[in-house]
């Protein structure tokens, strides 16, 4: 299988090396504007690099591409790719528009393509035992969600592309803060219905804090969530965070490190292993080219990614507006 890396920064060689240490993948070629990064790159793997997608699609084929750009430029990389019927992982956040993220969901199902948005919390041991603790009914139906990410991100996104509202498209909800509502959509298994919201950019041109308030619907049942989000936190390069989930017959918390369940008037503590950001990233690579191979399903679909957007982009829009954003 080869492989195309869109975006070249320290993130995007990261992955394009987890990429080509997955059995049968080889990474064939590199695009990004920035020299030094192309450079880097090139260093690394040995093949040609271009300063745009556009050059590197019109001179490479390939199965798969990784693309790693800032937020406002995945919906154009992803398309291109797709329109010439390459599968595509992208990172988070999936894209800074609904309309751009309906209309490639469609092109990659009507092109039978995979298409994979890397919310690596998905392979998370710690998420995905709090997921089947819901699932088994250990705390009963639940009902109400209050959590919260905290980061020191400001002054990063002040020197940054991410800073820059044209290029990322929103601040800290849209970035780090994108895991935390995965997380609650996806642990949960629900869909957001209703959102509003408070936005402070604490100097910035984009978003640092956020206090959103939710329902979410799982399977009929609505869930109430209380989500807060700060990139002016003191955790640091990782976000410090917590959740909590009421059920009608008991709770889950989770304070980062330990899951304590309370069920049954006892609360008993579980600690999956936390195996690390590279670990999480050869993992959810390694299901993407499964995917593609057909040997596996699709855990990180553009659907989850989508349903992120969703409330992202919804919540800017309450906040803006000062009123509550309901979904059709």
Known sequence: MDAIAIGLGE??????????????VRIVGGADPAKNARSAFKADHDVPTYETHGKLLAKTDADLANIVTPHTLHYEAIKACLERDIHVHVEKPFVTQIDHGREVIDLAEKRDLVLAVGYQRHFDPRYRTIRELIDEGTIGKPHTVSCHLEQWWHEFAANSWRGKRSLSGGGQLSDSGSHLLDA???????????????????????????????????????????????????????????IRILGSDGMIRFDGKTIHVTAEGETTTKQPKDIGF???????????????????????????????????????????????VRFE
């Open 11 to 24: 993130l995007g060689r990261r992955e394009a090396t987890a990429l080509a240490d997955i059995d049968g």
């Open 184 to 242: 609650v959509l996806w642990t949960t298994r629900s869909e957001p219905t209703a959102v509003a919201a408070m936005v402070d950019d604490y100097g910035l041109d984009v978003d640092v804090n956020s206090a959103l308030a939710a329902t979410l619907d799982r399977d009929g049942t609505q869930i109430t969530a209380s989500i807060s989000v700060s990139g002016a936190g003191q955790s640091t390069p990782a976000p410090g965070e917590s």
């Open 278 to 324: 590279d670990e999480l990233t050869a993992r959810k690579l390694q299901n993407t080219v499964d995917a593609i191979r057909g040997t596996a399903d699709l855990q990180i679909p553009a659907a989850d990614g989508f349903a992120v957007t969703q409330l992202t982009l919804a919540a800017y829009e309450a906040a803006e507006g000062g009123h509550t």
